[in-house]
């Protein structure tokens, strides 16, 4: 049975970070790109980072209002993915949702645009359960 169990979020004070963990079991992640998404209170979910699957690249994409906030890995051997926020802002408040899909995610998918592309790389793939992140102003 495939599981994604995200954990690290939390109340923060505006300016501060929190790491964000998608821990994986039944799949392998080395195999499938990675994704993180949230949801804001009232709005819909939307993709903001991924990390290629390791087979294929290992790239990692960024969604413009996280980029250079926030940085996505993998720990291969925890058969984890990682979300470092850094500099979070209260516009940064949602529930974060890991998902992973095995179907080869290349850089071309992405010259689209970023929104769409992160829809079309995990309309089939697994998700968890989401963590609540929620920065004070």
């Known amino acids: 049975q495939v599981q994604l169990v995200e954990s690290g979020g939390g109340l923060v004070q505006s300016g501060g970070s929190l790491r964000l963990s998608c821990a994986a079991s039944?799949?392998?992640?080395?195999?499938?790109?990675t994704g993180w998404f949230r949801q804001a209170p009232g709005k819909q979910r939307k993709g903001i980072s991924c990390?290629?699957?390791?087979?294929?690249?290992?790239?990692?994409y960024y969604e413009d209002s996280v980029k250079g906030r926030f940085t996505i890995s993998r720990d291969n051997a925890q058969n984890t993915v990682y979300l470092q926020m850094s500099n979070l802002d209260p516009e940064d408040t949602a529930i974060y949702y890991c998902?992973?899909?095995?179907?080869?995610?290349?850089?071309?998918?992405?010259?689209?645009?970023?929104?769409?592309?992160?829809?079309?790389?995990?309309?089939?793939?697994?998700w968890g359960q989401g963590t609540q992140v929620t920065v004070s102003s």
């Open positions: 998902a992973a899909d095995i179907a080869p995610l290349r850089r071309s998918a992405f010259t689209a645009g970023f929104m769409g592309a992160m829809t079309r790389a995990f309309i089939a793939g697994h």
């Open positions: 990390i290629s699957s390791r087979v294929t690249d290992s790239n990692e």
């Open positions: 039944g799949i392998n992640l080395d195999y499938f790109h």
